[in-house]
């Protein structure tokens, strides 16, 4: 069962007034629940343009979009913003290179976030919160704000923000480009087994071969189409 399925994606920016500068140029594809796909691509091929489009962060100009989130199906065109902010909140986790946890709270806080935003209550929050920290090996952590943490502790606080809510899907845009290889590794081995105990849809862009190739499919992206695609079954007993 398909869980998105993305029709003649176009989508351009302007670059100056009178110019716009194509970015996606008629994408095509179905990503199936519990699908682990890697997009791969040269810088500005438009792999972070088509995740944000696929998670509710940004819209296509063109093209259509069609959503099965537990039950839900809808399409793009049909949710306007503040729907676009719920479904994204209850059914997608995102995983960014720079973190972006919210520097005046606390590890714990930061994870609690998207819990809380949904409407949760600070004791629930807080309990899922904690669970989700031992998870991730940051218990002894939690107390600590962003700017004291290395970026791996950073990048492991966002994967439990990013799981807060449950999601369906989980977008990881370039997870791992901003560590070293020790934390690399530590954090895809966090990513793969949690998207297996979870049974998630996990869409990766990445330039790492070897992020890439625990996929069971790599899409790559090139002048903003799909210049290829291999099936592979890497991901499989991981």
């Known amino acids: 069962m ?43 091929a438009g792999k972070s343009t088509l995740l944000h489009i696929l998670g509710l962060l940004d819209s296509p100009d063109g093209g259509k979009i069609t959503y099965d989130l537990s039950g839900e199906r809808c399409t793009h065109d049909a949710i306007n913003k503040q729907k676009s902010a719920a479904l994204r909140n209850r059914h997608i986790g995102f995983i960014f290179q720079f973190h972006h946890l919210l520097p005046e709270f606390n590890a714990l806080e930061n994870i609690m976030m998207p819990a809380l935003i949904g409407g949760m209550s600070m004791s629930m929050a807080r309990s899922k919160a904690l669970t989700l920290a031992e998870q991730v090996g940051m218990t002894h952590r939690c107390e600590h704000r962003p700017s004291e943490l290395s970026g791996g502790e950073q990048q492991r606080i966002a994967i439990a923000r990013a799981l807060m809510n449950d999601p369906d899907i989980i977008i990881a845009d370039e997870p791992t480009g901003n560590l070293d290889s020790a934390n690399t590794i530590a954090v895809l081995q966090l990513i793969r087994s949690i998207r297996k105990e979870r049974s998630l849809t996990l869409l990766i862009a990445t330039h790492s ?30």
């Open 2 to 44: 398909s869980i998105i399925t993305a029709d003649s994606i176009i989508k351009s920016y302007s670059m100056h007034a009178e110019n716009d500068t194509p970015v996606l140029k008629g994408i095509s594809l179905s990503i199936e629940k519990g699908a682990f796909i890697a997009f791969m691509g040269p810088s500005g």
């Open 209 to 238: 071969m070897d992020v890439a190739s625990m996929a069971e499919r790599i899409i790559t992206l090139r002048d903003g189409v799909i210049s290829s695609e291999v099936n592979t079954q890497s991901s499989v007993n991981q």
